[in-house]
């Protein structure tokens, strides 16, 4: 019975995964390999079709590799056109403020009333000379307040040939990454007519021609890795397929969610950029005014910090991505993320990928190396970007530096610290009976003396404990396989717990040979017992094997309501008083032992001289039963019954009661 249920176990968990790959075989049209039959054997005939079980295993893989790409390409397809209509909207932003009068209203509201406020300090001077009370610098003052009389009226055209300034520097790079992606704005009726100029070439722009320099599907294709044919079918050597498809598809991977991070960080910053670019331009006058009113010298020191970050800002990230697009297109970069081909063979050699990796990290820095350079020298600052830089340098690290890290660890840790492990362990065992053999095993660090267990600390102790470059040391990998191997019995406790309490509640009795209820809760933790369902803790089948220390800890636990801790305590009691009334001497003595003398006053005290309850008193239940009843007659009662029932003959065998000693000692005293 035990091997048939071990046996079901088994098949829940392989069906799931055979009818995916069923199903990854049909949608896939049919067959999943058409590996050449090598003569007696590889191949077996499985439902039908030729099934090569590494071939298979490396079709599905490649499947859900190429999958991904392709699902983060739409992603990238889909932020590169944001970027596009960004970028063409911020260095076009003359032909969209041109397209949207309203701008031009609201900046000649303020001006109409900064000119107002003007006036005002104006009529403020005329008073003070009137009266007399010029300040020394009147005249200054004068002079100046008639300039920026002036100016205010010029603040629309000052601020619009700062920011055609930085847009036509800014498209002459941007012309040069993408020279065929250039949108000509001209005159534009609408907002709707230039967002649709922007669209008109796809998802080309800097995306474009960044990916096409990058070339990432050529990573998958170079190396015969869009299908298990080439590489199942030819003469593949140095890694397996498998290796191949992991190392090249991570790398993929990495490297489109980095630049579609990047690129959405950009395309904030040009978001941005038009929204912060048209606010300051219809603030301009407030700008001009703030030159000779005092109470607006903070608003001017932000106006400038913000127009200078905005128009620096652009410019400064498309020189750096020309740079890098420049440097990956044009040097040798591409022999790094390139193929090794020999006679037309993929090597795919461990060479071939360190070269791949290498070259996908040097293409991460710089990928990042626009934005973050940008951000730096203008003062940029934006929450959202902000945000998502930290992220892509965190990914950065991860994928790079962190797997380089991860991979020296786990070499460390399996190799030196694992033998460190192994020989501390074994000098710690080992003992010298003669003073030779002690002083020359302290020399080396073998035996348990005090001078070996330095040695052994300062040398295997240290490899056991280094974590080489990784987050952790091969001792804390034993540790975590000790968590691992701890919370596997908990979860297999708990499926064991759940069969046999359903069983029991069906009336099947445990299996001959197999666990019991007794035995699953014994083994069961505290914490364990307390995540079991309430309405399971109250079935006689559990409540029986709950110790004292779990019913105190119900009644301290948060996860239990107060309605659900008293239906426990409750249910105890009615279950043991029933137990004690159909003289079930089992589930009795079960429960008996975790009640205490105190407890016990609280259930029917005609109970308490039942005979199977009688049978299974202790002398510390019955003392805190004396000292804690106010009932004479009630300890006059158990002690009649303990005497009576000792050394009853019950089917030819005496009764021995446990606490018939101590009972009459008890009467001995003049007590009970």
Known sequence: MKRIKQIKEIIKKILPIFCLAVLVWVGMGGKIAHAQKASGGGITSFLGFDLDLMSFVNTILSYIVNAALQMLGWLLSLVGILLNVSMNLTTHLKSFIGATPVIYTVWGTIRDLSSMLLIFFILWAAIQMILSLKPPSYGTMIRNMVIMGILINFSFFMTSVLIDASNIVSLQFYNAIAPNQTVDMGPMNSVNEMVAASLENGDGGISGIFMGALKINQWWNNRGLNSTVSNTGGSSTGLSTTAQIILT????????????????????????????????????????????????????????????????????????????????????????????????????????????????????????????????????????????????????????????????????????????????????????????????????????SEIARGIRAATVGKAAQAKYGGSRSWK???????????????????????????????????????????????????????????????????????????????????????????????????????????????????????????????????????EAVIKNYTNSQLKEIGDHSNSEQLKTNIADAVIRLHGLSVNGAQVRV???????????RGIW
């Open 476 to 610: 804390d990998q034993v540790t975590i396989n000790k968590d691992i191997a701890s919370k596997d019995k908990e979860i297999e406790r708990r499926k064991e717990f759940g069969t046999l309490l359903t069983n029991l509640k069906a009336g099947q009795p445990p299996v001959v040979g197999g666990s019991t209820m007794k035995d699953v809760i014994g083994k069961m933790s505290e914490k364990e017992k307390l995540s079991i369902k309430p309405n399971d803790l109250k079935d006689p089948n559990v409540i029986r094997y709950l110790k004292k220390g779990d019913f105190e800890a119900i009644k301290k636990s948060d996860d239990f309501s107060k309605e659900d801790k008293d239906a426990i305590e409750a249910k105890r009691k009615e279950i043991f008083e029933t137990a004690i009334r159909n003289d079930d001497e089992g589930m009795v003595k079960d429960m008996l032992k975790n009640y205490d003398g105190k407890e016990l006053l609280g259930i029917d005290q005609a109970l308490l001289t039942g």
């Open 249 to 448: 598809g991570f790398a993929g991977i990495i490297v489109l969610i980095i630049t579609i991070l990047s690129f959405l960080a950009v395309v904030i910053a040009c978001i941005w950029r038009i929204a912060v670019l048209i606010f300051l331009l219809g603030f301009s006058p407030v700008w001009i005014a703030s030159w000779v009113i005092p109470n607006l010298k903070d608003f001017a020191k932000q106006w400038t910090d913000q127009l200078k970050a905005n128009l620096i800002f652009l410019p400064v990230y498309l020189l750096f991505m020309y740079v890098a697009i420049k440097i990956i297109a044009d040097s040798k970069l591409n022999t790094l993320t390139g193929n090794v081909v020999n006679g037309g063979v993929v090597s795919g050699g461990l060479g071939d990928f360190i070269n791949l990796f290498v070259g996908f990290a040097i293409i991460i820095v710089m990928l990042n190396i626009p934005i973050f350079v940008a951000i730096k020298v203008s003062g940029l600052s934006i929450k959202a970007i902000d945000s998502l830089q930290g992220s892509i340098e965190k990914f950065s690290r991860w994928a790079t530096v962190g797997r380089l890290q991860a991979g020296a660890g786990w070499a460390g840790r399996n190799t030196a610290g694992r033998f460190g492990s192994s020989v501390e362990k074994w000098a710690g065992n080992q003992k010298f009976d003669s003073r030779v053999g002690k002083i020359a095993g302290a020399l080396v660090g073998v035996g348990n």
């Open 658 to 668: 446990p606490t018939f000693g101590w009972i009459s000692d008890q009467r001995s």
